[in-house]
T-cell receptor, first 114, second 114 residues
Framework: EPEVTQTPSHQVTQMGQEVILRCVPI?????FYWYRQILGQKVEFLVS????????KSEIFDDQFSVERPDGSNFTLKIRSTKLEDSAMYFC????????????FGPGTRLTVL | AQSVTQPDIHITVSEGASLELRCNYS??????LFWYVQSPGQGLQLLLK??????LVQGIKGFEAEFKRSQSSFNLRKPSVHWSDAAEYFC????????????FGAGTILRVKS
């Protein structure tokens, strides 16, 4: 069964450093998402991406964040200058269509900012 | 505001007992409803979903959920819990009224005692 994959599984970085989290969505899916889950809190939507542009973003997704689909298979989330409060589990998801479709989630990347 | 409420943070049941996890959503005439499960250190696995039609939906691992529009609820049930069901369960809502995103509840941690 096709699945969403994410690398790395765990990333440790120093405050102020840039990190790139990588995701490979399911191959025939057209919509891509990033969510995050701070330890002990809800899963929160960050951004959705379709047709090589952001289709929706949350208030969390400020100028420090960016997303990119650099090739036909990868989908990345970049945090330019990490803060302590960026420590969280970051989930990538993909869906074949929007609204009426199921979002399939990857295993997550745990980001720890020191 | 768009929100999902899972009133029970923790639930403990005995193995073999029945289970019901509660979920209420605040907004939407035509919500799309989901239950995901997260085992420790794992990603979010889809258990079941409701888009339209029969309000009682069956999912994987013997789970079912019932959509009650009058109560804005989508409670998850299982007639006989197994020790392997111990995990965190998240209710989520999406659909056109939610844009491109899913809104998650805070989760319910299920403990199973033998």
């Amino acid at each position: 069964e096709p699945e969403v994959t994410q690398t790395p599984s765990h990333q440790v970085t120093q405050m102020g450093q840039e990190v790139i989290l990588r995701c490979v969505p399911i191959s025939n899916h057209l919509y891509f998402y990033w969510y995050r889950q701070i330890l002990g809190q809800k899963v929160e939507f960050l951004v959705s991406f379709y047709n090589n542009e952001i289709s929706e973003k949350s208030e969390i997704f400020d100028d420090q964040f960016s997303v990119e689909r650099p090739d036909g298979s990868n989908f990345t989330l970049k945090i330019r200058s990490t803060k302590l409060e960026d420590s969280a589990m970051y989930f990538c998801a993909s869906s074949e269509r929007v609204y009426t479709d199921t979002q399939y989630f990857g295993p997550g990347t745990r980001l720890t900012v020191l | 505001a768009q929100s999902v409420t899972q009133p029970d943070i923790h639930i403990t049941v005995s193995e073999g007992a029945s289970l019901e996890l509660r979920c209420n959503y605040s907004y939407g005439a035509t919500p799309y409803l989901f239950w995901y499960v997260q085992s420790p250190g794992q990603g979010l696995q889809l258990l079941l979903k409701y888009f339209s039609g029969d309000t009682l939906v069956q999912g994987i691992k013997g789970f079912e959920a019932e959509f009650k529009r009058s109560q804005s609820s989508f409670n998850l049930r299982k007639p006989s819990v197994h020790w392997s069901d111990a995990a965190e369960y998240f209710c989520a809502v999406g659909g056109m009224e939610y844009g491109n995103k899913l809104v998650f509840g805070a989760g319910t941690i299920l403990r199973v005692k033998s």
